[in-house]
Each structure stands twice: as C-alpha cells, then as structure tokens.
C-alpha cells in the first residue's frame, strides 16, 4: 500500500482509511492524503509546515493543535458559492477534489508582501490604532477606517448567495452529555441506567478523547479500542443516542443548548444546529493544553505536545523527524516517548522545573532521552520553520543563565500545562476560580450555575472539573451522569468505574514563559496571542499604561478576540499579566466566556429561514389571481398584498392614478381579507367594547356599524376599525391588517387580568373570512347580482350597516362600509370561497370597467377624505383628539380606557401637534413623508411633521397630511417644509379633507 | 340579470410535496372545525359536549375521539372540534342548544385552519425541525395535542396514529403555502437525523 505523504508514517494511524486515498489542493497543489485525515493531518503529511500568514503581523505560521483550539490553520475551502472562509483546519475533515487556499498573504504564503508589518512591528504596539488614528477627526471616516477595513479581517467572505442548504432541530433530553472522551462516555453510561434519556454530544468524529492518542489501557485493552466499543454499545441502548461532529457551541439559562453538528460530505444538509433541551448536563468536555510563551514560538515546527503525539498517533504522521519537548509537566513526556517509540529521535527534554520526577520522567531517562532541568528554550533559529533552538538554564531571577545550548531540530513540542475547558459552565452562569497548587482555574464552589427549579443542572466531571486521569474521568464521569439522573425512577446499581492501567503522574505545574537572548530580550516576539499577534511586550505595554485588569488588557491588545477566542492564549496571557503586575491570579480572574464556545456559520443560525422561507408569509384566498394579474405586492405585516397592478409598461405610479380614477369614475374593487378581525360575545360584550372603545358601542343597534377607535390607558391612538353589531350578544370588530395579533391580546389582557367578571368571549376569525371590498358609484349594480337574495338597497342597507345571508350554502355579509368617499361595500364568505367571490365580482364587474385596486389607490383615495391611518398619522404618541377625532371619543361614558390619560394636562394642553392637511404652493410638488415642519421665533424650530404625502391623481395636485402644532389655529397660514440640501417646500395648511363627499357614505 | 359564476370552495394553493419525501405529506380535505370557547371545568359542559358530538371532553392537551369525530383540546376554556364538512353546520346547530345555560361562543373555523397530515416513521423529525415540542416517543404519544409554533408559524399538532406514526400540524389557512413549502424542505430525502425515528 502507498504511502501518502512524506511525513506519513508507513504503519498505524487509527482514524485514517489507507484504503481510501483521497486528492486535495493547497493554493492550487496537488496533494494527497486518506479519508479520515483532517485538512491539518493531511497538510503534515504532505510536508507542509508553513500553512498561514498571522493577522497583523503576516508571521509565518504552521499547525500548531490538533483540535478546536488551534490559533494558526485557517483556511479558504470549496469555492464559488460553496466557499467558505476561515475553516479551521483541524476540524475540517479532508473531501476528495476539496479545494483549500490560504489565507491573508499576498501574492503567496511564501513570499508575502505584508510580512514588512513583521518588520515594522516595534511601531505597531497594542492599542496603535487609538493612539494614532484619532486626528485629524476627518480623516477617521474617509481614511483610516477604509484602509483598516481592507486589511482586517482573516478570510474573504464569499460574493455569491450560499449553495449549502442549513437546518435546525429542536430536541429534549433529561441528560446532555457534552463529549465523548472517557468522562463522558462514562456519563452517558450512568445516566442512561439510571433510566434517563441522553443525549452524548461529541465535537470530533470519534469518541475516545485523549485515550486516542495516550495509549492508557482500559479493562485490560487500548483505551482507544474501549472507547469505540463503549461508544457502540451505548448507542443500542435505548434512550441513549450519540451525536459525533456536532459541538456544543453555548448553553443558555435553563439548560437550553446549542450544538452544531457537521455532518458528513454528501450529506443533503451541510451544518444542523440542535436546539436542545435539557434537564441536566454533563460537561465532559476535558482540557486544552497550553503553549510556553517564548522568542519566536510561533514558528512553524512548534506545535503543543499533545498534537504532536495526537498527529502521530491518530494519523500516522510524523509531525518532524527530530524533536524538542519544553515542558512544566509530566503529560508531556508521554509524547517524548511516543515520538521515541515511533523511531523519531528525541533531542532532548527540556523541563522548566528544577528536579521533574515520577514514573513517566523515569521511564524517559530509562530511554536514554536528555533531561535538561530548570531551563528554557531562550531563542529559535530558522524563519519558515524551526530548524534548531537555544536552550538555556533559567535562573530563579527569570534570566537566562549559561551554559546556552543550541540544539538542531525541527519540531518543538511544548506543553505549559492544562486548562479545563470549562466554557459552558460559564455561559450557564458558573465562576471560575484559579487553583494555585494545580496552576489551573477551576469551577469556583461558591459561584454556581444558575440552578433549575433549585436544583444543581449542570455538572463538569473528568479533566474539565481538574481530575486528569482517566481513572479519575472515568469516576467523576460516572458520578456525574448518575447525579444528573437522579429522579429519572431507575435504581439500578451505578455502573462500576472500569479498571486503568496508566502511570501516575505528578501534579502538573505551569511554565508560562521563557525569557529571550539578544533581541529576543525584547518581548515582541514572544507570542501570547498567536492569531491576534499580542506579544509579551504588549502586555508589559498595557500594564505599563494602566490597563493591567484582564478586561482592559483583553480590549487594550485584542487578547483572545481572534476567531479562535483565544483558547490557547487567555490563560498564558492573563498568568503573564498576573506575573508582569505582581499579582496572584486568584485575584485577578479570567475575562468573561460568551458563547459560542467555537465559531459557529450564519447559515446554521438561518438555518430553513433562507431564499422563499426567509420569513412566514401570509397569503389570501384570491392570491393566485393577484399573481396572474401581475400584482405589485408589498408587505402588511407578514401579509403579501398587492400594492398595485401594473399594466404593460405602466409605472407603478401609473397603475395607481388609473386604479384611483377607475374607482372614482366608476367602480373597483380590493382584496380587503388582511383586516383584521375579532368576534367578541356573550351577555357583557356590550359592557366590554364600552370600555376598550372611545366610543360608545353599547347603543349599536343589531345590523349596523360604527367607526370606533382604541387607546391605550395612557390616551393614545393605537387601532382602529369599523364594529358591527351581528346579533343581540354579538359584535364583530374589524382591526387595522398588521394590529390584529396585538388588539386580540389586549383584550384578552383585560379580560383575562382584570375584568375577569366579564362574561365576555373573544375569537380571531381573521383567517376565516375572506373579504372583498367594492367602491365607486356602480358599486351597488356591480354587488347585487353577486349576492342575489340579499337585498342590498338603499333601504335595507343603508350606510354604516350589514346584512347577512345564506347563498347556495355559502354564509355571505354585505357591509356598507367606505374608505374612498365613494358608495362602497364590503362583501364576506368563508375564506375557501374568497377566491370564487373574487372572481364573482369580478365578472360581474366587467360591463361596468371594474379595477383592481391594490394599497395604495386605497391610501391616496383615504388621504383625498382626510381618513387616517394608524401608523401614518399615529405613532404611539397621538391622541383622537390631537387627530380631530372628537367626534368618536364618548363623552357620556362613565369610562373607557385613555379616558384618564386624554384628561391628563400635557394631553389636553395647547400647542399639540393637530392634525392638519397642506396644500403644496407648488401643486406638482410632493413633499417627502416625514418631512418637518419648520418655524417659530428663528425660523428654525421644528413644529411639525409630514404624515401622508401623495399626488392625487382626482385633484390633479399634490396633498398632505402633517401633524403640526396648534395646527387647527394655523389654517390658511403657509408653512415651511425642510428638505434635503437645506430647500425648503412651503405649503398652505387647509382642513384635511380634499374632496368633499362624493357619496356622503363614509362620515359618521 | 345573474351574472355569477358557480361558488366553488378551494384550498390554499400549497407546494405540492416533492416526490421521495422522507415522509408521507398531504394537505387534509376540507372539514368542519369547530371552535367552542366555554368553561371546560364547569358542571355540565362535558355532558353539553358530548349530547351534541358524542365526543368526551378531551383532558389538557389531549384529543378524544369517536369515529371520524374528534375534539382538541386547545385551553382550560376553549375546544376545536372537528366533523366532517357537511356536517358541520348541524353540530353547530346542536353545540348551541346543548350549551344555551352556559355562558359560551360557537364558532364555525372551518376556513381558517389548514391542515396537513404527516404520515410515516420521520414524522416526529420533520415536525421537530420547526417546533420546539418533546417529540420523542415517549414523550409525545396517539392522542396528544401541543399548541406551538411550527417554524414561527402559530401550529397545533396533534398525534393521531401511530405503526407508522401519523400527526396532524394544523396552521392558519394564509400560512399554509409558507408551511407547506417549509415542510417539503424540512422532509428532505437523506436528511432526517435519525434520533426521534432510528432508521
């Protein structure tokens, strides 16, 4: 069998398929690896150390993890519409023909025009840019945020609309477990024999955690083997499923979560995101190794020692041929060892501490590998990979002493100690507290998670509560999981914690940082942050400035805001800062932890909400008619109503002016099913609608209709709309198409909360009805063959009133109702015949040149009778009486809602904005909505605004309606309107009612 | 001089659903749905109830049924109950009589709702890709009813078989082309994950 790669090791390599050789490119390359390679595997298999470019400084940089955490491997992959930008390589598995390309570095990785930013870096300090870009004050918009702008930002986000297609899936569960290494394995195991339904969430494509690549044994075999068996064997277990490639990405109050799975290539839906619900949860979610802080580690070739053996382990790679392990722990001699094993050479150990000892430094020294005590590696020679370091004992003062060693080699695997991944525990609310002994920051006892029914909900175990080995994960695991279940009814015994065969280890220490030789003494090139490029000299700047709290040193040098969140960086920078400041870190904490945990793609949040479901679309029965007839549509709400009906070439202004004359001269009709509308009944309907009407609704005769308007109890306008008395108990009352939902809540508020006396029933029929309105002097010869056996005369149905019959079986209303001026009715069936009386009407229409009209017809021709609108005319902040609708406010009655607040002295004082019609001086001249009025003693002061503009095509001029103050007092007087490039529109104020009634239908 | 043409009832016009969909979709036939709002804990309603439709009051968030009759829970006072179209007009008739002592409202929904029935194993999954409803098996059984939301949409479901499983998602009759498009997407061959519904 070939071997891909020259880095790829002939034999091993659990979670590759040798059998399945795939091809890739890398910035166009051709090159190979095995179904099962991660794109980072793949890359050091190939030989292939320089992957990116950093983001300020265009360093060289090379894979640096194996998983989540890694800061470096970010890359382009696919393109056209299915590129994606920022896809970390040690996530993303390997496809056949995947396409990656690096990212920011110019033409190429290897020779990149913005490395001079490396060299200019003593200029480019933290906190350059506030310090230098804020003058001139102008240059800010035009300059400097565009140049930044163009140089910021790490991938380059696609041009074309997504291809992938997203969804989502609600879950509930009593247990979520999140990972499946040994803890968590053993969590899910617990938790479902004590009878719970579980959920094992794991962010790789294999369970194992670390027993992957530690070679720990577990009931006598590899701990890999048992974790895949375990694995297996939960998964038939009933009420336990298992989630791989999906990662618990937040965990909100109520343990709400979120996981984003990816599922495989091929698969028809590209990211899932789960909304799960959980009872309890289980956070297995291990350790992240930490980097040392020293001169030049960021060079490709430095990687965290657990990768190393993870690479080597788990995909047969070789991550260099001759090795240096810096460490402050035992864990990390595993690695020298398995390097060892694999017959790389080991140059040497380097350890930070003065005299490591314990069975695993024991069994490295029984190798004849080089232990070099109380040292640190001071400098590193090559510049696109490391090709040798400086090793050099560190004296207790922190400076390098001698003898320095220079070492050749071309893979330095550091480990400065472990950081329980404790991240969802923090969204949920939990502390962290910094354990000194461990050199760790632990979940802090007295800081919680907030509880669920006052009950403890969320429970870290194994690596990520601090117990490391897995004999102790598998233990608190399986405590976890069987506190997490308690109450799911199951007694059964907890299961027993399956024996390990591992060597004890010490408890770990933390080497934060090594000092530097020569110009390394510097700082600036001792990498915190390597995605950010912060450097040591950074924080000792930031301190140095003030801003020595982790929250002003994060803000102050971007700390941990790259895209990787800074999981191997925030806890090296903040022991560094803690140590710059002389602080213990107990005292100085860790910067607050937001979800996600790891980036997350828009498209898994949009999830099915793209393309023709980008929102929940409302359509009324005649719809298909309204299409085929070309409609315009806007939309009201979640509604799609026609706006207009254009007509061969016409504009959409065209189509309205022939709509309007169409009705004005004759007749038209409008799809009017939107409005809203709410049966209210029962014996106390009356008395209710007394109250929640300005008017007085009581005194409506069965049959007849009555404008009403509604307010809020602080006296504004909020809807309004025509009641119609149906029957003795019974009203129906239309609401404004958009306020429906929020009318129907109110009153079932009031109902509900405080007149609960009231025997008073309340139903939205909105979406039962179909309803079609008809206007224009042949209304009535248009309406009556349609609803022939009603008798729709003057005399049976005289204005503001209703009439009702069956026909043909079809229950039909015929309202006489108008908002045109014009005669008009308003025609209801069921919704399923709406389309069929659409037509009806139609037909019969056609002798008489009926129109469809849409919207905005609708609200010229409104506008033209001084009719309001709710939303034009008011805006939360208006009263019936600032409207000049006194004439439907009540007062005879007792009370109403708004009463109170109408009477209150800011609401009935003078000098309110009333609402006024204009006439523009010039008639062509439409003023734009919104615009103010202007005046008062400079001329200057705004005293009103523009409510409805529109041309009216019956007048042949321009009309308005504003609200302006003490605008009844104004009429006659010409105002001023101020509009774009300091013009001004003067108008004349007049009554707002341009056309006097052509029908006298619609006042009240 | 009539000049009408015939008055026909139609559905919404819905997506039709595509063909190899995971599960079986369908938009129901019309019927007769009912909304009745009266104290369900008051004495007699029950008996009011089941005099004009047979059916017995369903318990919180149940359905009880009696052959092609049913009636859904929706609120401490409030039912739908549904019957065949043609018979609507009469179980009306007989709600009324049957509750004239107590303070109610009858109203004939028919219209207003849509409904559509999915059959098959995977029709928990599909359902569970637009509401946030316990669709597990042993949480959600035959008989139960959840009002929701499906997909930002106001939904009923309501279980009504199962070997296979069939649920019926009830929205309003101007959201059913949105639902319908939405649940043809969520019904994807291939993309059902398999944890309500092993496959």
Redesign the interface.
């Known amino acids: 069998m070939s071997v891909h790669g020259p880095h790829r090791i002939g034999v091993g390599g659990r979670h590759i398929d040798r059998g399945a050789p795939l091809r890739f490119t890398f910035d166009g390359k051709e090159l190979r690896g095995y179904r099962g390679d991660t794109l980072a595997s793949a890359l050091l298999a190939n030989g292939q150390r320089l992957v990116a470019r950093s983001y300020k400084l265009h360093r060289p940089r090379g894979v640096m993890a194996a998983g989540v955490e890694e800061p470096n491997a970010y890359f382009g992959v696919g393109r056209g519409a299915g590129a994606t930008p920022n896809q970390r390589a040690t996530e993303t598995l390997l496809e056949d023909g995947m396409e990656v390309v690096s990212q920011n570095r110019f033409p190429n990785l290897r020779r990149d025009v913005g490395a001079v930013n490396a060299m200019l870096s003593r200029l480019l300090p933290a906190g350059f840019y506030y310090k230098t870009f804020m003058f001139p004050r102008a240059a800010w918009h035009r300059l400097y945020e565009p140049l930044i702008r163009r140089a910021a930002g790490m991938g380059r986000a696609p041009r074309e609309a997504d291809c992938d297609?997203y969804?989502?899936?609600?879950?509930?569960t009593d247990v979520l477990v999140v990972g499946a290494g040994p803890t968590g394995l053993a969590a899910a195991r617990a938790a479902a024999a004590a009878g719970a339904?579980v959920?094992l969430a794991e962010q790789t494509p294999w369970p194992g955690g670390r027993l992957l690549a530690d070679g720990v044994k577990v009931e006598g075999v590899d701990g890999a083997d048992w974790a895949a068996a375990e694995a297996e064997a939960l998964a038939r277990l009933p009420?336990v499923?298992l989630?791989f490639s999906t990662l618990a990405a937040a965990l909100y109050d109520h343990n709400y979560a979120l996981l984003y799975?990816r599922p495989g290539a091929g698969?028809?839906?590209r990211r899932?995101l789960w909304?799960v619900?959980a009872g309890q949860v289980v956070l297995a979610t291990g350790a992240i190794e930490r980097p040392v802080v020293f001169a030049d580690n960021d060079r490709p070739g430095v990687m965290l020692a657990s990768a190393a053996r993870d690479y080597l382990h788990r995909w047969a790679v070789a991550p260099g041929t001759r090795a240096v392990v810096y460490t402050g722990n035992d864990d990390a001699y595993r690695t020298a060892l398995a390097l060892d094993a694999a017959g790389l050479q080991v140059a040497c150990i380097v350890d930070a501490r003065p005299a490591p000892d314990g069975p695993l430094v024991a069994a490295a020294r029984e190798r004849g590998i080089r232990v070099l005590e109380a040292s640190g590696i001071v400098a590193v020679h090559g510049r696109r990979a490391v090709r040798a370091v400086e090793i050099a004992p560190v004296r207790a003062s922190g400076r390098p002493g001698a003898p320095c060693e220079r070492v050749e080699c071309d893979l330095v695997a550091v480990s400065g100690g472990w950081s329980p991944t404790a991240h969802l525990y923090c969204h949920a609310g939990g502390r962290l507290r910094w354990d000194s002994t461990r050199a760790m920051f632990l979940a802090d006892p007295d800081a919680p998670p907030a509880s669920v029914g006052g009950v403890a909900a969320v429970h870290l175990a194994g690596a990520a509560a601090g117990a490391f080995s897995t004999h102790a994960c598998l233990a608190t695991g399986a405590a976890a999981g069987g506190r997490a279940a308690a109450g799911k009814g199951a007694d059964a015994a907890m299961p027993t914690v399956p024996e390990t065969d591992e060597p004890e280890e010490v408890a770990a220490g933390s080497v934060w940082m090594a000092p530097g030789r020569g110009r390394g003494q510097l700082g600036d090139r001792h990498f915190v942050d390597y995605q950010h490029d912060v450097t040591l000299a950074d924080l000792e700047l930031a301190a140095r400035e003030g801003y020595s709290s982790v929250e002003h040193a994060k803000r102050y040098t971007t700390l941990g805001m790259a895209p990787d969140q800074g999981k191997v960086s925030n806890v090296p920078g903040h022991g560094i800062l803690a140590e710059i400041t002389g602080r213990q870190l107990d005292s100085s904490g860790t910067t607050t932890i937001r979800p996600p945990y790891s980036g997350i793609s828009l498209g898994a949040i949009a999830g099915?909400?793209s393309g023709?479901?980008f929102?929940?679309?409302?359509?009324?029965?005649p719809?298909?008619w309204h299409v085929a007839h070309g409609a315009d549509f806007e939309p009201v709400g979640?509604?799609r109503r026609p706006y207009c009906y254009p007509r061969d070439n016409e504009s959409r202004a065209e189509a309205v002016a022939r709509e309007i004359s169409g009705v004005r001269r004759s007749v038209g009709m409008i799809d009017a099913s939107t409005l809203g509308k709410l049966?209210v009944?029962?014996?106390d309907a009356g008395v209710f609608l007394d109250r929640v009407y300005t008017s007085m609704m009581s005194t409506l005769r069965p049959g007849r209709c009555r404008y009403g308007l509604m307010c809020n109890d602080a006296g504004f306008l909020f809807d309004d709309g025509v009641v119609v008395r149906l029957d003795e108990s019974t009203f129906l009352c239309h609401t404004t198409s958009g306020g429906v939902g929020r009318v129907h809540a109110w009153l079932e508020t009031w109902l509900q909360t405080e007149w609960f006396d009231l025997?008073v029933?309340v139903?939205n029929?909105?979406?039962?009805?179909a309803q079609v309105a008809v206007a224009g002097p042949r209304a009535r010869e248009v309406l009556q063959?349609?609803v022939?056996g009603i008798d729709i005369s003057e005399e049976a149905l005289p204005p503001l009133s209703m009439v009702q019959g069956v026909?043909?079986?079809?229950?039909t209303r015929v309202f006489s109702i108008s908002f045109s001026g014009e005669l008009g009715y308003e025609v209801a069936v069921?919704?399923?015949?709406g389309?069929?009386?659409w037509?009806?009407l139609l037909?019969?229409g056609t002798p008489h040149g009926v129109v469809a009209y849409g919207t905005e017809a609708l609200h010229v021709m409104r506008a033209e009778k001084g009719y309001i609108m709710i939303g034009d005319e008011t805006d939360g902040t208006v009263t019936p009486i600032d409207l000049g609708l006194g004439w439907a406010v009540s007062r005879k009655k007792e009370d109403f809602l708004g009463m109170r607040g109408m009477a209150l002295p800011h609401l009935a004082a003078a000098g309110r904005r009333q609402l006024v019609g204009l006439l523009t001086e010039d008639a062509r001249t439409v003023i734009p909505d919104g615009a103010c009025a202007v005046g008062g003693a400079d001329g200057r002061q705004i005293i009103g605004h523009v409510t409805s503009s529109y041309h009216s095509p019956t007048l042949g001029r321009s009309i308005a309606m504003a609200l302006v103050e003490s605008g009844r007092d104004r009429m006659g007087s010409v105002l001023e309107f101020a509009v774009a490039r300091g013009s001004r529109i003067r108008a004349r104020v007049v009554r707002p009612a341009f056309l006097e009634d052509a029908a006298g239908g619609g006042d009240d | 001089m009539a000049v009408m043409t015939e008055r026909t009832h139609r559905q919404p016009d819905v997506a039709r659903p595509a063909v190899g969909l995971a599960v079986d979709i369908g938009l129901r036939p019309p019927s007769g749905l009912i909304t009745v709002r009266v104290a369900l804990r008051a004495e007699g309603t029950g008996a009011a109830v089941h005099q004009a439709t047979g059916l017995a009051l369903p318990g919180r968030r149940q359905r009880s049924a009696a052959g092609d009759r049913a009636a859904l829970w929706m609120a401490p006072d409030e039912l739908l109950i549904c019957v065949a179209a043609e018979e609507c007009p009469a179980i009306i008739e007989k709600l009324e009589a049957a509750l004239a002592g107590t303070p109610h409202l009858v109203v004939d929904m028919s219209d207003a709702w849509s409904v559509f029935r999915l059959t098959g194993n995977g029709a928990r999954e599909v359902l569970a890709k637009g509401a946030p409803v316990d669709l597990h098996g042993a949480a959600f059984r035959p008989g139960m009813v959840r009002r929701t939301h499906f997909s930002r949409v106001d939904a009923i479901i309501c279980q009504v078989g199962e070997h296979p499983d069939a649920f019926d998602l009830f929205c309003f009759r101007s959201y059913a082309r949105y639902v319908s498009e939405c649940l043809a997407r969520f019904a994807t061959p291939g993309s059902l994950p398999g944890i309500l519904d092993p496959q």
């Open positions: 297609s969804e989502q899936f609600h879950l509930h339904r959920l009420g499923a989630r799975e698969a028809p839906v899932r909304r619900r099915t909400q023709a479901q929102r929940a679309v409302r359509t009324t029965p719809f298909a979640d509604w049966l009944s029962g014996p025997k029933f139903v029929v909105t979406e039962q009805w063959p349609v022939e026909l043909e079986g079809v229950p069921p919704a399923g015949y389309a069929s009386l037509e009806s037909q019969a």
